[in-house]
């Protein structure tokens, strides 16, 4: 997994490799909880720049083999954005990014976080929708080797035109190769497959051990009752619910820790359940509310004829990871491993899944998130699924299958009755739909992309508000909280297939050096590659 630098961050290439991957100024204590164990932050106004308003940055060091099948040190990178209001007695919520192996500092200064960077990349401004504005915010790369997180560090070298992103370990090297805007030289975890997770209940134990430290290394942040709340997004999907159910089943196992309690779960494009969301992919190629054909009808026909086999190389791969034990999930079921990646290869070959440690154990094809979800809103833990309905990646019909599909004996019956009523963003503007009954509620976002917040920053905030504080995503008047035994049962229409959009204007593309993979056509990279490329705060003017 790459040192992963997004295109927000052309303002932060050095500055975030000398104050954060280095020790300088640094407060490095001992854990209370073990010795071995080494927090290490400061306090930076990069980002949150309200005044009075707190903002960490730093490191917690696990050692090698503190949690089953870890041979690696695990160095935790956080970011922690106090809340704007009250923040001792703030809720807390941890925010998980996806990939597997996407870092959290995208969403920090794009998504949900408290700024933005300016267009010219020299600075930071603050934003009216950040998620800290009630809320204590928790922003962390994991699992190890991802963002800023590391096993241990390495000097390579990345060639921005030779894609995808490899890391050349310098030591691999006879001789340094000429540098330029294209050919950097960086700090980088080890990339050794081997020593991150392979699994999402490794990345959760990971995560369990994390949050043990920081809750008692900031007491004055930790919530009434120990609870606190989890919000991910896109493969956040698989982490939020096995993170959750994790996290709960710690508190009898584990004398003298802390008993995290869950408040919500909240995913945002969420892939969750691959059964469960498969047959949406052809539906939103084919026939969405944006009136697009990416495929034709036989197309159309063929995809959806191939789900039998994809469904039963799942339903097999699942059998065997059941039936071979593996009570750690670690992932070292070989002949587990080999169905469900062969399962994970043959349903997603042509889609955008990447190749990581995730895949070779078939990870995204595994997992009880589904029914995870329906024991934790059983156990009083509000679920909240966040979809845009641009996206393809985890689109808004799997999204909305899902919340059909979990099967909770509280509240599933009641979400079945229940109808969608507008998102109430503003009083000029609706934002979306939302079908609710009580503590479970699904969300088509109108005219946003995979990442909500990045999209539509205010009804994203307004749906997470709303979730957080018990009252309706629809208009956030009316309290969610059960009377007598009844739950809150969302009014409106029946389904919202039919609701259309309008396609939007192309918007002009831009080459950014920071981000070519995405950004930049194969001639601009070309140009990029052999230094004809003329270029003006990090984006490309002219050859």
């Known amino acids: 997994m790459l040192l992963t630098l997004l295109g ?35 306090e930076n106004h990069l980002c949150e720049t309200t005044p009075n308003v707190k903002s960490d940055t730093g490191y917690i060091n696990i050692p090698a083999n503190s949690t089953p099948n870890q041979p690696y040190h695990i160095h935790t990178f956080f970011w922690f954005f106090e809340s704007r209001k009250d923040p001792a007695n703030a809720l807390l919520s941890l925010w998980l990014q996806g990939g597997p192996g996407a870092p959290s500092i995208p969403a920090s200064l794009g998504e949900n976080g408290p700024c933005r960077v300016t267009p010219d990349f020299k600075k930071t401004e603050l934003k009216p929708w950040s998620w800290n504005n009630e809320v204590n915010m928790l922003h962390i790369d994991q699992p190890a080797q991802t963002g800023f997180s590391y096993d241990r560090l390495i000097e390579g070298i990345v060639d921005e035109t030779n894609l995808p992103y490899v890391v050349t370990p310098v030591d691999q090297l006879q001789s340094l190769p000429e540098l330029n805007s294209t050919m950097l030289l960086g700090t980088f975890p080890s990339q050794d497959v081997n020593m991150t997770a392979n699994t999402t209940t490794q990345a959760a ?39 959750a159910d994790f996290f709960l089943s710690q508190t009898q196992k584990v004398p003298g820790s802390i008993p995290l309690e869950l408040d919500t779960v909240g995913i945002v494009n969420g892939c969750i359940d691959v059964l469960t969301q498969m047959p949406s992919y052809p539906t939103m190629t084919f026939n969405n509310t944006y009136g697009v054909q990416s495929i034709n009808e036989t197309e159309y026909n063929a995809a959806m004829e191939s789900f039998p086999q994809c469904e039963q ?38 889609m955008w899944l990447v190749n990581t440690a995730f895949v070779e154990t078939g990870d995204f094809v595994l997992g009880r998130n589904l029914a995870a979800l329906g024991e934790l809103l059983d156990k009083g833990v509000k679920v909240a699924l966040m979809y845009g309905d641009r996206d393809y990646q985890c689109n ?22 229940a109808s969608y009523a507008p998102i109430q963003t503003n009083s000029t503007y609706i934002g ?21 917040p990045w999209y ?7 749906i997470f508000q709303r979730v957080m504080s018990n009252t309706d995503v629809s ?37 950014y050096l920071w981000d070519v993979l995405q950004t930049c056509t194969e001639e601009q990279t070309e140009m990029l590659g052999n230094g004809t490329a003329v270029m003006r705060d990090f984006v490309l003017v002219g050859p």
């Open 396 to 417: 808004w019909y799997g999204g909305e299958a899902i919340s059909l599909a979990i099967n909770s004996t509280k509240f599933s019956l009641n979400l079945h009755k």
């Open 205 to 243: 134990r990971a995560a369990w051990e994390f949050m043990q430290i920081w809750m008692r290394e900031f007491p004055v942040y930790k919530p009434e009752n120990n609870k606190f709340s989890i919000w991910s997004e896109s493969y956040g999907g698989h982490y939020g619910p096995t993170f």
């Open 313 to 350: 190389l799942v339903e097999n791969c699942r059998a065997l990871a059941n039936q071979k034990d593996d009570p750690s999930g670690t992932g070292a079921v070989e002949e587990a491993n080999q169905a469900c990646a062969g399962a994970t290869v043959f349903c997603f070959s042509k």
């Open 8 to 42: 927000t961050l052309g303002l932060l290439i050095q500055p975030v490799h000398s104050t954060l991957l280095h020790s300088h100024n640094l407060n490095t204590v001992r854990s209370l909880l073990d010795r071995q164990i080494t927090p290490s932050y400061k």
């Open 432 to 452: 979306g739909f939302a079908r609710q009954a009580g503590n479970l509620s699904f969300s088509r976002v109108f005219d946003a992309g995979h990442e909500v």
């Open 456 to 462: 539509q920053p205010e009804t994203a905030y307004g």
């Open 475 to 511: 208009t956030g008047a009316r309290s969610t909280v059960g009377k007598k035994g009844k739950c809150y049962v969302a009014p409106g229409l029946a389904s919202v297939a039919d609701v259309k959009n309008k396609l939007p204007a192309q918007e002009k593309s831009e080459c």
